[in-house]
């Protein structure tokens, strides 16, 4: 876990540290972040089926409700220009593995 590197601190001071941003900060780390190099290989093979351009999703930028969907703006590893990010339904999203993402956009 975490907590190594906080033994030397007060437990206030780690409070202040891990949400001076307004959200916790080792939560979306743990939601983002791929657990371990068996789910990051996962990620990346279920982003040759279901990316675009086979790209993985760098990261979520927003959300847009269309009637009783939810869509995510998506920005792609490896494509710079803002005009690539694309809009993709929640659906699209749990088949390639980064439902984590999901609910760190959302929280």
Known sequence: WHLEKYLTITPMVYMQIRFKNGWDEELQ??????????EAE???MLAREHGKYKCEVETLLSRVIRGKTCFY???????????QNTTEPLSKLRAMGIEGQVKALDE
């Open 73 to 83: 703006e998506v920005k792609w590893k490896g494509l710079d220009d803002m005009k």
């Open 42 to 44: 996962k990620r990346r």
């Open 29 to 38: 780390h743990r939601l983002i972040e791929p657990l371990n190099e068996e």
